[in-house]
């Protein structure tokens, strides 16, 4: 094996470390190309400070180190390209608690019933359960899409202990896409709110402060649609939401 010669100024050999005179083209010591491109010119030598040229120097004579950070990076690389991929891969997957596409026989007129409740003389007691809802969101919210291959399927709501999620579900060229945002709701006293708290793209959850942006924007035609039904709830004196089903309860008018 060749001595390494110990110039004022090496080229480092990128592949073994070897420091080579700086007017090699191939490494002296394994054959490997050189990167001539490290060599200062001859004006910037003449013009660097003594600190910078200190530092080129801890450079040339230290090579190692700039491997450890070439393998620091690419860890880094690595894992944020791992990371991006299992975010778009559970995008990708559909939700837990997609209904199937049957809609239920003898479906309810919610509008009606809500109003009902809001005009009975005595207050009154009416559950809804998840598949009544979502058979009346098929026929109540019809979406358009003006983005060729971007097709609106149906909306559907999943029902939780205190909370409610509302689902987008479209075809983008064929493939089925889910949006959802999820909402706490409260109604005690004849006061009734909706907070929310996340959302999702698919399996992967959307944080609640990003979802209080983006919310009114994304599901802002279904909001419309559904407006007169909200406002029809807000005239309750209860709403419990449960699994797989909501009760509501009317503050009567007498």
């Known amino acids: 094996m060749p001595t390494n010669p110990a110039p004022s100024q090496t080229l480092p050999c990128k592949e073994c470390g070897y420091a080579n005179e700086p007017e090699r083209v191939y490494c002296h010591n394994c054959g490997a190309k050189l990167d001539r491109s490290v060599l200062p010119k001859e004006e910037e030598v003449r013009r660097e400070s003594p600190e910078r040229a200190r530092k080129r120097i801890m450079r040339m004579a230290n090579p190692a180190s700039n491997v450890v950070r070439r393998e620091v990076a690419a860890l880094f690389k690595t894992l944020l390209l791992a990371f991006l991929t299992a975010c778009v891969i559970q995008a990708l997957r559909p939700p837990e608690g997609v209904p199937n596409g049957k809609v239920e026989m003898n479906s309810r007129l919610i509008s009606s ?3 009902d409740l809001t005009q009975s003389i005595v207050p009154k007691t009416a559950t809804f359960s998840e598949g009544e809802l ?3 969101l098929r026929t109540k919210v019809k979406g358009k899409s003006s983005v060729p291959g971007v097709e609106f399927n149906r909306l559907f709501v999943n029902l939780d202990e205190g909370s409610g999620r509302l689902v987008i579900e479209k075809s983008v060229y064929g493939y089925k ?10 109604g005690n006293d004849g006061v009734v ?11 992967l959850a959307i944080p609640a402060k990003l979802m209080e942006y983006v919310s009114p924007m994304l599901f802002g035609d279904v909001f419309q649609a559904l407006k007169r039904e909200w406002t029809l709830v807000q ?7 449960h699994k797989e089903k909501v009760e509501l309860v009317g503050k009567g008018r007498h």
């Open 134 to 136: 979502n058979t009346f």
């Open 177 to 186: 896409m889910y949006l959802g945002t999820v909402y706490h709701i409260e």
């Open 193 to 203: 709110t909706a907070t929310n708290i996340g959302g999702n793209v698919g399996r």
């Open 113 to 115: 019933d809500l109003y």
């Open 235 to 241: 005239q309750m004196q209860k709403v419990t939401v």
